[in-house]
């Protein structure tokens, strides 16, 4: 079912929360220094479909502050070209976070190619062949790290590029990391299937900027060095996606109320797990507790049975000694008698 087609089943949603509540835009972003997630099915160890992508990041927890992908802001994103055949399309996006104290950023690549393609694209000869059509599409995203890291890697990846478009978001409008998986998310559902000649590299690319735009936009003006070169292959245009951006507006923000749930639902999930491990070691504390009592407790009444024998003891030697001075006693009194009797 397409995405015009589920918009039309939605009718009966009824609510949406505006807008995502940023605890923290006026402090330092969080500390995510790639970014990165590993899929083991993915076409490489920093890369991962989508889909894939959304789900890591929404079941993401932190204990102090929450998904730190629903705060870690998109600055940027930029449209570029590859040279040569088959002119694949691809974006970046410059996601803001914090290391070590410093301002920092993360670079993010998201393009379309057929399912089982190797991510080097100088491979891609065949990406534009009829029988690559009405095969499955592999929507991805790939991890780079820093932009000084991600220049030679891009290089590989790609070999040779050209910059097209750049927008920048300012912070007050400018989407998480999160949205735009969610984003990413609807555009691969709103054609999952790879189409020659209407839903491509060129139609994701085009797509997915067209919508972030709509859905987050900003009061500065695109930078565009070579607009018209967007959505063509050898020069010919391959057509409009505006159905489709619109097709994905619309479907946002019941999607991102979804997202929203499933964040609760990590967020109860986590919060029970630490509630469960705080009363075990709660139990745990108190029969090591009671454990301690109970040894205290012993040795108090092994003191105390020591003390008694101890003064019991005493008794009996100072009854002895009692015993002995009362004979010495009458032994001198004997003596004394006796030397009475002599002397009278």
């Not at 220049?151 to 999160?178: E, G, I, M, N």
């Not at 209407?198 to 067209?210: A, D, H, L, M, R």
């Not at 749930?261 to 630490?274: D, M, N, P, S, W």
Request: hydrophobic fraction near 35%.
């Amino acid at each position: 079912m397409s995405l015009k087609q589920d918009r039309r089943n939605r009718s009966w949603i009824s609510r949406f929360l505006a807008s995502f509540r940023r605890v923290f835009m006026s402090e330092p972003p969080p500390g995510l220094p790639a970014l990165k997630f590993h899929c083991p099915n993915g076409p490489d160890i920093n890369s991962a479909s989508v889909l894939s992508w959304r789900s890591s990041m929404a079941d993401s927890w932190d204990e102090a502050q929450g998904n730190l992908y629903a705060k870690c802001l998109l600055a940027r994103m930029e449209y570029y070209k590859c040279g040569g055949h088959p002119e694949h399309e691809f974006l970046l996006f410059y996601f803001r976070h914090w290391i070590d104290g410093c301002s920092a950023q993360a670079v993010v690549s998201a393009d379309r190619a057929v399912q089982g393609q190797r991510c080097s694209l100088t491979q891609s000869s065949e990406l534009l062949s009829p029988s690559s059509s009405n095969t499955n599409a592999y929507d991805s995203v790939s991890i780079y790290g820093s932009p000084h890291d991600a220049t030679p890697q891009l290089q590989v990846r790609y070999t040779r590029y050209s910059k097209l478009c750049t927008f920048d978001f300012p912070s007050s409008s400018a989407p998480s990391a999160l949205q735009v998986s969610t984003v990413l998310s609807l555009v691969h559902r709103q054609a999952p299937a790879y189409h020659l000649y209407e839903n491509q590299c060129y139609w994701f690319s085009s797509t997915v900027w067209g919508s972030l735009k709509e859905l987050f936009p900003s009061d500065q003006d695109s930078e565009c060095e070579n607009h018209r070169a967007r959505a063509r292959y050898r020069g010919v245009a391959l057509g409009s996606p505006t159905e489709d951006i619109k097709a994905v507006c619309a479907a946002y923000q019941p999607e991102w109320q979804k997202i929203l749930e499933t964040l609760e639902r990590v967020k109860c999930h986590h919060e029970a797990e630490e509630a469960k491990n705080r009363q075990k070691l709660r139990m745990e504390f108190e029969v090591e507790n009671e454990q301690f009592r109970q040894a205290q407790q012993a040795e108090i009444e092994r003191l105390r049975q020591t003390e008694i024998c101890m003064q019991a003891e005493n008794a009996q030697q100072k009854a002895e000694t009692e015993r002995v001075r009362r004979v010495k006693d009458a032994e001198i009194e004997q003596l004394r008698a006796r030397l009475a009797a002599l002397e009278g």
